[in-house]
T-cell receptor
Framework: SAVISQKPSRDICQRGTSLTIQCQVDSQVTMMFWYRQQPGQSLTLIATANQGSEATYESGFVIDKFPISRPNLTFSTLTVSNMSPEDSSIYLC??????????FGPGTRLTVL | GQNIDQPTEMTATEGAIVQINCTYQTSGFNGLFWYQQHAGEAPTFLSYNVLDGLEEKGRFSSFLSRSKGYSYLLLKELQMKDSASYLCAVRPSYSGAGSYQLTFGKGTKLSVIP
């Protein structure tokens, strides 16, 4: 498996501000993803973070709202921009290890007031 | 589109065996995952099936039938700490657009009672 850490673990933010979430993996991985889990819901993929190129966004998610960086094979950031209360959610970083499975970080619990 | 169905809730007794079913209809298939998620925590990887049959890992086993679009997670010798949500997730075929996304079911909340 992989050891995945996220910062911050939780935050409370004001409407209209932005928050950047960091994800660090203890080994080089090709596939990194960002998911969202809203209260009482299952996980929804936001985007695939591609190293050296723009992220691939899923339907309903756009780069202006959720800019993603992937400067190398062990690190990625997700920014939640111009936040509203509807963005209150848990944001999870995930990595895929071929033949081993897909693993999730501990998550960042975001509350927007 | 993608559709994954699993029961919303189940209750079982400590020490017993419980089977959580998952059926899926997806555009292609490239693996099925089971995750355990305790309240307020991130999902924890349990198993990965890509071929038909049973994969056993200690008290947990996972079964897959690709022709039937069906999987189950079997938990034996249930313990109180097994009370959690169990998520079934399918990876459709590689789309060629750089996306290996997992599609998740809504999860089955398992309550283990004494």
């Amino acid at each position: 498996s992989a050891v995945i850490s996220q910062k911050p673990s939780r935050d409370i933010c004001q409407r209209g501000t932005s928050l950047t979430i960091q994800c660090q993996v203890d080994s080089q991985v090709t596939m990194m993803f960002w998911y969202r889990q809203q209260p009482g819901q299952s996980l929804t993929l936001i985007a695939t973070a591609n190293q050296g190129s723009e992220a691939t966004y899923e339907s309903g998610f756009v780069i202006d709202k959720f800019p993603i960086s992937r400067p190398n094979l062990t690190f990625s950031t997700l920014t939640v921009s111009n936040m509203s209360p509807e963005d209150s959610s848990i944001y999870l970083c995930s990595v895929l290890l071929e033949r081993a499975g897909q693993f999730f970080g501990p998550g960042t619990r975001l509350t927007v007031l | 589109g993608q559709n994954i169905d699993q029961p919303t809730e189940m209750t079982a007794t400590e020490g017993a065996i419980v089977q959580i079913n998952c059926t899926y209809q997806t555009s292609g298939f490239n693996g099925l995952f089971w995750y355990q998620q305790h309240a307020g925590e991130a999902p924890t990887f349990l198993s990965y099936n890509v071929l038909d049959g049973l994969e056993e890992k200690g008290r947990f086993s996972s079964f897959l039938s690709r022709s039937k679009g069906y999987s189950y997670l079997l938990l034996k010798e249930l313990q109180m700490k097994d009370s959690a949500s169990y998520l079934c997730a399918v990876r459709p075929s590689y789309s060629g657009a750089g996306s290996y996304q997992l599609t998740f079911g809504k999860g089955t909340k398992l309550s283990v009672i004494p």
